[in-house]
């Protein structure tokens, strides 16, 4: 496992490929791919997320907790489904709110790369998980490697936006520093808590107000039409 395709997140997180947690962890994969159990996303879109957004580039951090575990489904980027497949009921809250906040009428398709490519750093907790078995790879390693990339955001960048949604992502950024980011809450969009205060959270104004106060380029929170 490394980061080919990610040069400035490889050289901040080389020694994670080689510390213990990791070996352990890449033994556990291989051990499931051996067992013939189907683990999302494909391996080639383990570190998508680090992929298509630069460490340098980095100006918005939204948490997500595990892929998704259905056929087709995910890609690396968390709450971001491949075109083609349905849109999950998170994202449609998610939609909802862009359109409350921003007057964003939502799209046909749940494929979110070019939010990715504008500096929105879509990164899941856990990286992998096997098929229709959700949360199957939590407590392997993942989460101890997307600890090490919040804290390398957190020291390296400035004035970046933590969108943390649900109890489960605040606990993750506990260690981003207030001083030199923004760092908003809200409860997590899920059908199950989203009527109690991610409806109405703002959080996308106000991401786009901060960034330009900071003298950043907003984020065109519009996704195309068709999915590209």
């Given at each position: 496992?490394?980061?080919?395709?990610a040069p400035d997140w490889q050289a901040a997180l080389q020694p994670e490929f080689e510390a213990p947690y990791m070996q352990n962890l890449k033994q556990f994969l291989r051990?499931?791919?051996?067992?013939?159990?189907?683990?999302?996303?494909?391996?080639?879109?383990?570190?998508?997320?680090?992929?298509?957004?630069?460490?340098?580039?980095?100006?918005?951090?939204?948490?997500?907790?595990?892929?998704?575990?259905?056929?087709?489904?995910?890609?690396?980027l968390c709450f971001s489904v491949q075109p083609g497949i349905k849109i999950p009921p998170s994202?449609?809250?998610?939609?909802?709110?862009?359109?409350?906040?921003?007057?964003?009428?939502?799209?046909?398709?749940?494929?979110?790369?070019?939010?990715?490519?504008?500096?929105?750093?879509?990164?899941?907790?856990?990286?992998?998980?096997?098929?229709?078995?959700?949360?199957?790879?939590?407590?392997?390693?993942?989460?101890?490697?997307?600890?090490?990339?919040?804290?390398?955001?957190?020291?390296?960048?400035?004035?970046?936006?933590?969108?943390?949604?649900?109890?489960?992502?605040?606990?993750?950024?506990?260690?981003?520093?207030?001083?030199?980011?923004?760092?908003?809450?809200?409860?997590?969009?899920?059908?199950?808590?989203?009527?109690?205060?991610?409806?109405?959270?703002?959080?996308?104004?106000?991401?786009?107000?901060?960034?330009?106060?900071?003298?950043?380029?907003?984020?065109?929170?519009?996704?195309?039409?068709?999915?590209?």
């Amino acid at each position: 496992m490394v980061l080919e395709k990610a040069p400035d997140w490889q050289a901040a997180l080389q020694p994670e490929f080689e510390a213990p947690y990791m070996q352990n962890l890449k033994q556990f994969l291989r051990s499931e791919k051996d067992k013939q159990k189907v683990i999302y996303p494909h391996s080639a879109n383990w570190f998508h997320a680090l992929e298509t957004t630069p460490l340098n580039e980095v100006k918005v951090v939204i948490l997500g907790q595990d892929p998704y575990h259905q056929p087709g489904q995910a890609h690396g980027l968390c709450f971001s489904v491949q075109p083609g497949i349905k849109i999950p009921p998170s994202l449609m809250n998610i939609y909802k709110e862009l359109d409350s906040d921003l007057g964003i009428k939502p799209v046909n398709h749940g494929y979110l790369e070019s939010w990715a490519r504008q500096g929105v750093l879509l990164l899941n907790a856990v990286l992998t998980v096997e098929e229709s078995n959700a949360n199957s790879h939590q407590g392997k390693g993942w989460e101890q490697f997307t600890d090490k990339v919040i804290e390398t955001i957190n020291e390296q960048r400035n004035n970046v936006v933590f969108m943390l949604w649900g109890s489960y992502a605040q606990r993750k950024g506990s260690v981003i520093d207030p001083r030199k980011h923004l760092v908003l809450t809200a409860p997590h969009p899920s059908p199950l808590s989203a009527h109690r205060g991610f409806l109405g959270c703002r959080h996308f104004s106000q991401a786009n107000q901060y960034l330009e106060d900071h003298g950043q380029t907003p984020i065109n929170w519009q996704l195309p039409e068709t999915p590209t």
